[in-house]
């Protein structure tokens, strides 16, 4: 029997251990799903009523699911184990996995943040952390909007690792008839898409709360796309993710949804909120507004240009009115959208001219 252990009980993790249990049973293999959770009443309830109401309302968890508020016991014997925590918290909890970790147990990261301190990726975190090797780390990330895959409406989504073995073997626990995983190597590439669309989905929220219209939206979204490539590149990510699913699929899912927590602060920034009050209206973390900061400062290290996300960064440590934000969330020097294209086509003008003196 395979025994997976999900850490962390909230939408995301509750969810995903749901996606793992309806998908043994769809593969027909004997597979245990324990769930940890930090309070000893939501295990309770997970274990013996089969929901967890505080995240997923009434929505029905298959009876393999059981939960724990012992976070050593959820690891012990576990093959695989997925990480579903705040990515400012990861570390701390990373101490108690590594003492009931399995040898060659694979650890894979739902995580869509950016350590701050460190600039480190959750992936980064983790095997400094674990000392694993990457055959041994795995993501998954894409357009996942908890509560969508709980109700059981069809998404697809990414699982990365830069072995091609360890991610297939990822996506076959997690596949099913409402949840459809691809695989990717381009770990670097997945994990970036996932950590700037939290920030640029906060732009969009942003523009909602200023009433601010489509138009406003849709170019925040697309040049966001282009800040968000050209930080991935620098640090070793593949051009061809951001036009997948976890890239241009994640995005345009977090900045459309009313469901992402990261469009819902930004739209509450945008009505004049600061980032303290936002964020004690909020019943989970949104993100963007921890990861933000360590976003620029990588970009930064990096020198990548990246003004949407400095624009929200400004906005979220009080150094910007939110009132002035929309002049600057597209503000870089006139220039052609594509600069390498734009040269090419020069190029090729200025041959196709000498040919004709």
Not at 33 to 46: C, D, K, T
Not at 78 to 88: D, F, N
Not at 116 to 135: N, Q
Request: aromatic share 2%; charged share 20%; net charge negative.
């Amino acid at each position: 029997m395979t025994r997976i252990a999900v850490l962390g009980a909230g939408s995301w993790g509750t969810t995903f251990a749901k996606v793992l249990a309806d998908a043994a049973l769809t593969n027909t293999e004997a597979t245990e799903v324990v769930l940890w959770a930090r309070r000893a009443e939501v295990a309770e309830e997970i274990t013996s009523r089969h929901t967890n109401s505080t995240y997923l309302g009434e929505i029905a968890l298959p009876e393999t699911i059981t939960a724990t508020s012992d976070l050593s016991a959820a690891v012990h014997g576990a093959e695989i184990v997925v990480l579903a925590l705040p990515a400012q918290s990861l570390r701390s909890h990373l101490d108690q996995v590594k003492g009931a970790l399995a040898p060659e147990a694979v650890v894979v990261s739902l995580i869509k943040g950016l350590e701050r301190g460190t600039d480190m990726r959750m992936s980064e975190v983790i095997a400094e952390e674990l000392g694993l090797p990457d055959d041994q780390i795995a993501v998954v990330s894409g357009p996942n909007l908890a509560m969508e895959i709980a109700r059981e409406e069809p998404t697809a989504s990414v699982v990365a690792c830069r072995d091609v073995a360890v991610a297939e073997r990822i996506a076959t626990a997690c596949n099913n008839h409402y949840f459809r995983p691809y695989t990717n190597t381009d770990v670097t590439g997945v994990e970036i898409a996932g950590i700037v669309k939290n920030v640029i989905a906060l732009a969009v929220g942003i523009c909602d709360g200023q009433q601010l219209g489509d138009n406003s939206k849709a170019s925040v979204i697309t040049r966001g796309l282009a800040e968000t490539t050209r930080l991935a590149l620098k640090l070793g990510g593949r051009l061809e993710t951001f036009s997948g699913l976890a890239g241009l699929g994640d995005l345009v899912a977090t900045c459309a949804s009313p469901l992402s927590r990261n469009r819902s602060a930004g739209r509450l920034l945008g009505e004049g909120l600061s980032a303290d009050e936002v964020t004690q209206q909020l019943t989970q973390t949104a993100e963007g507004m921890k990861s933000g900061a360590a976003v620029l400062e990588l970009a930064r290290t990096h020198e990548v240009e990246m003004p949407i996300c400095e624009a929200v960064v400004a906005v979220l440590e009080g150094k910007l009115s939110v009132d002035n934000i929309a002049s600057l969330l597209l503000a870089r020097d006139l220039k052609a959208e594509h600069p390498k294209a734009a040269a090419t086509d020069a190029a090729a003008a200025a041959a196709h001219a000498a040919e004709g003196k």
